[in-house]
Each structure stands twice: as C-alpha cells, then as structure tokens.
C-alpha cells in the first residue's frame, strides 16, 4: 500500500511540476545591429525574445543552447522594405557553433510604414531562428 501511495504522489508531482524544473531549450545570446541601424535594436531584441520563448522547454540538466543574432541588412528602397537576418546557435559553455541559418522577408508597398517594416523584420527573425534550430 505505501508503494502505490508512494507511486501516486510521484506522478501527481510530475504532472503538476513547476515551469521552474523545465528550462528553455534556448537562452537570447548577443543581437548585433549595423551601426546605421542602431536604432532597431530594441525592436528586434523584442522580436527575437518572443521568438525564442517558443521554443519548447527542455528537463532540467538537458544541455542549454544559446542563440545569437544580427541584423545583416534593411533595404528600404522605393516601395520595397527587405530585411536579412542571420542567427548562430552554440553551446554556451565552450562557445562551440552547433549551427547557424540565415532569414529574409520583404514586402512591396505604396510607402511602408514602421508597421510594415516591423512585420518585415519579425518575419526575418522568425525564419533565421526556426533554421537555426532545425539545424542544432
């Protein structure tokens, strides 16, 4: 009887555990920006933060990967906006490359505003992020 009570309360225990004993499988590392762009940075830390908190969660003491990013380039040029991306995924304790991809996204319009760009740019984030970890 005490192993089956014992038994019972491990699986309401694991059924019910805190997020806390699940860790994100990626952690945001570094997001480069050309000087020129500097002033995106906020947006597209905003942009790459929510990406990577999709990302499923792994148990507790399965390795961490950490997840950087940088702008390679916005062109806003007549109607276009197009937007490259590229994101490197390492190991966070030797810093060793597990794999890397790169994103783009571009749209067409009469005169873009910064809501379309900002669609652009998220729309380039999540491809780079969604190659990079495929390719982890």
């Not at 480069?32 to 906020?42: H, M």
């Not at 197009?82 to 749209?107: E, F, H, I, M, Q």
């Amino acid at each position: 009887m005490g192993r089956i009570l014992l038994a019972a309360c491990a699986l309401v225990v694991a059924l019910f555990a805190p997020a806390a004993w699940a860790a994100p499988a990626l952690t945001l590392g570094p997001v480069d920006v050309p000087a020129s762009e500097e002033a995106q940075r906020p947006t597209l830390v905003e942009i790459a933060r929510a990406e990577v908190d999709k990302t499923p969660s792994l148990p507790a003491g399965a390795p961490r990967r950490e997840i950087s990013l940088s702008l390679v380039s916005i062109d806003r040029s007549g109607g276009r906006v197009r937007c490259v991306v590229s994101a490197a995924v390492r190991d966070p304790k030797s810093g060793r490359l597990l794999g890397a991809a790169s994103g783009n996204a571009s749209v067409e319009a009469k005169a873009p505003s910064p809501r379309v760009e900002r669609a652009v740019l998220a729309a380039a984030v999540q491809s780079a992020v969604s190659g990079a970890v495929r390719v982890r």
